[in-house]
């Protein structure tokens, strides 16, 4: 049996597509009849770009957990829920069927009701890439508690920013991660972090690495031990907390134009059906398919297609810890032989990345189960699509090109696998209820098709962001400001004489290095706390495995005239402030910045010089100073 919402053929497709636009209300609520609520809504939609304000599905009262495990336990009891793969090859694997997630979000949920935590309360979960990852989220769910995953890469200052803005009152953290030939000390990283986060009156501690930690007394607890102190005699059965429909489900910071990450805010309904029906529909996932994303939970891509989507599906979903290049570049194929993979869902980088390496990796490798592959995170170049299609589809797997952001909490745009066309490097087509546009410079929607433009959406998604933490105005200036009544999403966009969208990169001042999302003004600000530097401005290049890498001009004042040295010192800053992947790839020492009149650094330029487009400067005559750009191409660093 098919899911009841799942489109089978492209007629089907374009029969789904009208009817969400003619009747969006009737399209959402038949899906939604399909999820379990313990009250209907009362109102299915009421919106308004303006203020904003987007209301899904109002008056109903769930919990996705109930829909993620509770739903499952009659048909799936005994069905893997999570496969967990180690790091290390030679580690056995983890497998959590229904059951056992049921039991284990149970008791881990009690253990956070015993510490004091609400419904309302912000979590935040720093851990590397475990199921208990996966129990934490959906006890914070099952409890009501608003979760704030922060990404593992993530340094002790980004850590800081993000419990204080959410004003997190309990940690859940593990002694240490493994990811390939390196064990990152998180615990020591929460700690320092914490000396200045005085909201945090908890911080429970999963042990994964057994590396030396301290524990505070009164403050830190180890998850095991907490565990033993829940009557484990009885199975525990915590119940779910009924949460309204609008609701926060969770938090997730991402990176915006300013120096200071925006927190993402989605709530319980229309994000959950949102992730569930864009998982069963892009991926086409079939019963009993085993679904492999190797995203990290720290990004949206792991909340909606590791854990959200699949498992509200009721999906196997499988979670791996370690990276695709370790122990070999092989890795990845080992995996998928070893359990017998249906569905790879990566990044453009991690196959240009395993492209580098050469075919050998792949000998021995069947790769026989895969039906469909996925990419997402930045635009997959043609060589790419074809080398992924080759050798790791075997030429026989559809491959999904899926365009969304942290924002809009699933897929907006990709072709749905095997039912809509494909075409290297294009997204594709809508899914239905999308109302995709392209408009110009000034807000005027564009109809034609061979055209390109500011990609925009129309009317609400379930899915999508309902506010940024705390501060509504500025989830308005961001997303409904340029544009009149439209979601503006930060990226340019082509259409084909089709009608499929090809997706061209981001026109703000937003980067994507690897696929993670950096905003320039964060490294900016990074490498300007740094004494001696006076100024610097950070621009993006195009680079061959991680799509973008970061060329930063830097107004240096100080004594070290060693510039090995003085790179160094310069990322090793942005590391301790961001993380590893914000270092920057160049650094050239300048005299001036090309500024205008009124003292805006003319980045345009610094983008052109960075890319090695000399030609295409274009005016220079406005500049405060021309001069400063014939210096900094005199010593641009290729
Ligand atoms: C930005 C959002 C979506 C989850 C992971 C990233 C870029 C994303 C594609 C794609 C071209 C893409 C866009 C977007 N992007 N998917 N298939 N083709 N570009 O989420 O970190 O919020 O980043 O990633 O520029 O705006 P994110």
């Not at 340094?155 to 959410?166: E, M, N, T, V």
Request: proline share 5%; charged share 20%; aromatic share 10%.
């Amino acid at each position: 049996m098919p899911y009841p919402f799942q489109i089978q053929t492209r007629s089907d497709y374009d029969q789904q597509y009208a009817k969400s636009i003619e009747d969006p209300i009737g399209f959402w609520s038949e899906i939604a009849s399909h999820f379990k609520f313990s009250k209907k809504w009362d109102q299915v939609l009421s919106w308004n770009f303006k203020e904003p304000r987007i209301k899904w599905f109002e008056g109903a009262k769930l919990n996705i957990t109930e829909n993620c495990i509770d739903r499952h336990l009659e048909s799936k009891m005994d069905q893997p829920a999570i496969i967990w793969e180690a790091n290390d090859p030679l580690e056995n694997e983890r497998i959590i069927t229904y059951k056992e997630l049921h039991q284990t979000v149970c008791e881990f949920a009690a253990v956070l009701k015993r510490h004091g935590v609400q419904k309302g309360d912000r979590v935040c979960i720093y851990m590397g890439m475990i199921p208990e990852l996966v129990i934490a989220m959906l006890a914070c769910a099952r409890i009501g508690a608003i979760h704030n995953v922060v990404f593992g890469g993530f340094s002790a200052q980004s850590l800081i920013d993000r419990i204080q803005d959410a004003q997190v009152s309990c940690v859940i953290s593990c002694d240490g991660a493994f990811r390939g030939p390196k064990t990152i000390e998180l615990k020591a990283i929460v700690d320092e972090a914490l000396l200045q986060c005085p909201t945090v009156k908890t911080q429970i501690v999963y042990q994964r690495t057994h590396s030396k930690i301290n524990m505070l007394e009164g403050r830190d607890f180890w998850w095991h031990e907490e565990l033993t102190k829940i009557n484990s005699l009885h199975s525990v059965s915590t119940a779910p907390e009924p949460m309204d429909a609008e609701d926060m489900l969770f938090i997730l910071y991402t990176s915006g134009s300013t120096g200071k990450p925006k927190g993402v805010v989605h709530t319980c309904a229309g994000y959950m059906i949102y992730a569930c029906y864009s998982f069963v529909n892009v991926f086409q996932y079939k019963k009993k398919q085993i679904h492999f994303c190797t995203a990290d939970i720290g990004w949206i891509t792991g909340h909606s297609y590791i854990v959200y989507g699949p498992l509200c599906a009721g999906a196997t979903t499988l979670l791996y810890e370690g990276i695709p290049t370790w122990p070999d570049p092989g890795r990845l194929w080992d995996i998928i032989d070893k359990f017998q993979v249906n569905i790879l869902y990566t990044a453009p980088t991690a196959i240009r990345s395993l492209m580098s390496f050469g075919e050998t990796w792949f000998e021995n490798k069947k790769l026989d189960s895969l039906k469909v592959l996925g990419s997402v995170g930045e635009p997959i170049n043609e060589e790419a699509w074809e080398w992924y299609s080759e050798h790791v589809g075997h030429s026989n797997c559809p491959i999904v090109d899926t365009w969304w952001q942290t924002e809009t909490g699933g897929i907006l745009i990709s072709n749905l696998a095997g039912v809509t066309p494909q075409k290297p490097s294009f997204a594709t087509l809508p899914l239905p209820g999308i109302q995709a546009c392209l408009v110009t410079d000034d807000g005027q929607e564009i109809s034609e098709h061979e055209i390109d433009g500011f990609l925009c959406i129309k009317f609400p998604w379930p899915g999508m962001l309902r506010t940024t933490y705390g501060d509504h105005e500025r989830f308005r200036k961001n997303y409904f400001d340029r544009f009149e009544d439209l979601y503006f999403s930060g990226d340019g966009a082509k259409r084909d004489e089709n009608g499929l969208y090809r997706i061209t990169g981001r026109v703000d001042d937003v980067l994507k290095i690897s696929g993670h999302r950096i905003g320039t003004a964060e490294v900016e600000n990074a490498v300007n706390s740094l004494e001696d530097v006076t100024e610097s401005a950070v621009v993006g290049y195009p680079h061959p495995i991680k799509g973008q890498a970061i060329y930063a001009f830097v107004i240096y004042n100080g004594t070290n005239s060693n510039y090995e040295q003085l790179k160094a010192g310069i990322n090793e800053h942005i590391q301790t402030h961001i993380g590893p992947i914000a270092k920057a790839d160049k650094i050239q020492i300048v005299k001036g910045l090309p500024k205008t009149r009124s003292g805006k650094i003319m980045r345009r330029i610094l983008r052109k010089i960075a890319c090695g487009e000399l030609h295409e400067l274009g005016d220079t005559s406005t500049l405060l100073d021309p001069g400063v750009v014939d210096e900094i191409i005199a010593n641009r660093i290729i």
